[in-house]
């Protein structure tokens, strides 16, 4: 009999952006990066409380399996730099690394990529990917084959939410691009390392205008971070 999968603990450093009372768009739980990574299969930890005062991550980080940076363009430097620190603790430890957001950028800038901070002042090419205070902006975008990220949402052309002004500009030494909006945004990357699990996208895949196919990414860390757990224990 085979025995059950195991459930990772993943770190939250960020805003959990779920509002009260909303849904993941496909209805079948809640939104908020608590409420996906659950329904994923892995047991969600706030670390907002866990960093503060500069703690030694080998310490309070030690029970972790992963990392999901989240945020937004709202996020002060403070809380930047200490994500920027997070980063490149879990790429020294090859803890699997998932940014979302401003998390993509932070994870961007950190390994040496430099981001638009100013989508349509700075590249007035692109097509529309912010447009408030409407929600449920969708735009399509093309993932890159034989990615990580096409490995979870398959090759080709995937319709995906989109509310955002900045947007990475040269990628990182170390990540390629694994998907990008049809006007040349790039809205995915990943580490070129095949051994680490460390990824980023623009969009909001845990947000009440997500769709159903969003899941994936969530259940693509969950299961890194049972293959990092297992790598462990036959240390």
């Not at 939410?161 to 990182?172: C, K, L, P, W």
């Not at 049809?182 to 990943?190: K, M, N, P, R, S």
């Not at 460390?198 to 049972?226: H, N, Y």
Request: net charge negative; aromatic share 6%; with cysteine.
């Amino acid at each position: 009999m085979s025995s059950a999968p195991t459930t990772p603990c993943i770190g939250i450093f960020g805003p959990d952006d779920c509002a009260s009372g909303e849904r993941h768009g496909c209805g079948l739980w809640p939104a908020g990066y608590s409420a996906a990574l659950t329904q994923a299969g892995a047991a969600p930890v706030c670390l907002l409380s866990r960093l503060a005062g500069k703690v030694s991550y080998d310490h309070a980080l030690q029970d972790l399996q992963g990392i999901l940076l989240t945020g937004n363009e709202s996020l002060s430097g403070r809380h930047i730099q200490e994500a920027e620190r997070l980063a490149q603790w879990c790429k020294r430890k090859q803890l699997p690394l998932m940014g979302i957001d401003m998390g993509m950028h932070v994870i961007n800038t950190t390994f040496g990529g430099s981001v638009y901070t100013d989508l349509p002042r700075e590249f007035p090419e692109a097509l529309q990917h912010r447009h408030p205070p409407e929600r449920g902006l969708r735009h399509a975008i093309e993932v890159v084959p034989d990615t990580r990220l096409a490995g979870l949402y398959g090759e080709g052309e995937v319709v995906v939410n989109s509310e955002h002004r900045r947007a990475v500009q040269r990628v990182a030494r170390g990540f390629l691009i694994s998907a990008s909006a049809l006007d040349g945004v790039i809205e995915a990357i990943e580490a070129e390392n095949p051994e680490w699990f460390a990824m980023g996208v623009q969009w909001q895949p845990a947000s009440s205008t997500a769709s159903g196919l969003d899941i994936q990414l969530f259940r693509g860390l969950v299961e890194a971070c049972r293959e990092f757990a297992g790598e462990l224990v036959a240390a």
